[in-house]
């Protein structure tokens, strides 16, 4: 079983950062692949990023790519999703997820945690 906390996001300037963190209680933490989501009001959950156990393995959406960067530090049960270069459709409410399986995926239907969501919000 894993627990999953967001933390980190806020009201930002676009061409501003943040970075989210997934805080994770639970003893398979360190054996799960991790992966953050968004949902945009009137809009379905979209993939954004994800990454293997052992961090070895990252995916980005088309969206993000070159923008937003992965991580996760298995010491500390705590992912991380930096966002650089925010701009206005990145105004969303993030989850962080996790999955039984170690390898990274990109469908949000194969995780088995959520975390409760955190609203980041880009000004243009």
């Known amino acids: 079983q894993v627990q999953l906390v967001e933390s980190g996001g806020g009201l930002v300037q676009a061409g501003g950062s943040l970075r989210l963190s997934c805080a994770a209680s639970g003893r398979t933490f360190s054996t799960s692949a991790m992966g953050w989501f968004r949902q945009a009001p009137g809009k379905e959950r979209e993939f954004v990023a994800t990454i293997s156990w052992n961090g070895v393995n990252t995916y980005y959406a088309d969206s993000v790519k070159g923008r937003f960067t992965i991580s996760r530090d298995n010491a500390k049960r705590t992912g991380y999703l930096q966002m650089d270069g925010l701009k206005a459709e990145d105004t969303a409410v993030y989850y962080c997820?996790?999955?039984?399986?170690?390898?990274?995926?990109?469908?949000?239907?194969?995780?088995?945690?959520w975390g409760q969501g955190t609203q980041v919000t880009v000004s243009s």
């Open positions: 997820a996790a999955r039984n399986t170690g390898g990274a995926g990109t469908r949000s239907s194969t995780y088995d945690y």
